[in-house]
T-cell receptor, first 115, second 115 residues
C-alpha cells in the first residue's frame, strides 16, 4: 500500500536559517509525490510535485524537494526561512490504480519560524 | 471560476440535523474530491468523482454521508443526522484529469461544528 510518513510533527527554525521537512514514502511503484502548505485559516496550496521527471523539483517561494528512490525519501528544503513560511506542510502521495485515484496525506509538519 | 469555491465557509448545526456542503470546482476540471480535516489530524479522503460518477466512495465514514455531482460540475456532500464527531473542516479539490501529471486545487473548506 502507498503511504507517506512525515518524520517530524513540529519543526522550529530561526529566520534566515535553512528549513528541512522530512518525508518518507512507501510505494510499490514509481509514485507521484507532492508537498502542500496550509497557512492558518487558509486553504491548501500546492508547493511542488514530482511525477518521475527530474528528481530535484523546484516549487514556489524558494522551496525545493529531492526524490531519492534509494532512500524512499522526498524531503522539503529551503535555504533561508522567512517569517511568512510559518504554516503546516503536508507530504502527499498519489494513489492511482484502476478506478482508484486519490491523494494520501501525511500527518503534517508544523513549521514555526522565530525572529 | 478562478478557483474552487466552497459554501458555506462556516456552518454550525445542532446534533441530529442534516447539512449540505457545496463545492464548485474550477471550470473544466473533470475530477473532484472531498476530504475531511479533523482537529489535530491529517486529511482523510472521503470520495472521488470522475465526471458525475463516483468510482471511489471508500472513505465515506458511514451511511449518513452521501455525495453527488451534477452536470460534471457542482458537487454536494450531505451529512444526515449529524453527530459531534462529524465536526471538522470539509475540503473539496478538483483536477483537470486523473493523470499523474496534475496536482489538485483545493477550496478553502467548510468548517462544520455540530453542537
Amino acid at each position: 500500500a502507498q503511504s507517506v510518513t512525515q518524520l517530524d510533527s513540529h519543526v522550529s527554525v530561526s529566520e534566515g536559517t535553512p528549513v528541512l521537512l522530512r518525508c518518507n514514502y512507501s510505494s510499490s511503484y514509481s509514485p507521484s509525490l507532492f508537498w502542500y502548505v496550509q497557512h492558518p485559516n487558509k486553504g491548501l496550496q500546492l508547493l511542488l510535485k514530482y511525477t518521475s521527471a527530474a528528481t530535484l523539483v523546484k516549487g514556489i517561494n524558494g522551496f525545493e524537494a529531492e526524490f531519492k528512490k534509494s532512500e524512499t525519501s522526498f524531503h522539503l528544503t529551503k535555504p533561508s526561512a522567512h517569517m511568512s513560511d510559518a504554516a503546516e506542510y503536508f507530504c502527499v502521495v498519489r494513489l492511482s490504480s484502476g478506478g482508484y485515484n486519490k491523494l494520501i496525506f501525511g500527518a503534517g509538519t508544523r513549521l514555526a519560524v522565530h525572529p | 471560476g478562478a478557483g474552487v469555491s466552497q459554501s458555506p465557509s462556516n456552518k454550525v448545526t445542532e446534533k441530529g440535523k442534516d447539512v449540505e456542503l457545496r463545492c464548485d470546482p474550477i471550470s473544466g476540471h473533470t475530477a473532484l474530491y472531498w476530504y475531511r480535516q479533523s482537529l489535530g489530524q491529517g486529511l482523510e479522503f472521503l470520495i472521488y468523482f470522475q465526471g458525475n460518477s463516483a468510482p471511489d466512495k471508500s472513505g465515506l465514514p458511514s451511511d449518513r454521508f452521501s455525495a453527488e455531482r451534477t452536470g460534471g460540475s457542482v458537487s454536494t456532500l450531505t451529512i444526515q443526522r449529524t453527530q459531534q464527531e462529524d465536526s471538522a473542516v470539509y475540503l473539496c479539490a478538483s483536477s483537470p484529469s486523473t493523470g499523474t501529471a496534475y496536482g489538485y486545487t483545493f477550496g478553502s473548506g467548510t468548517r462544520l461544528t455540530v453542537v
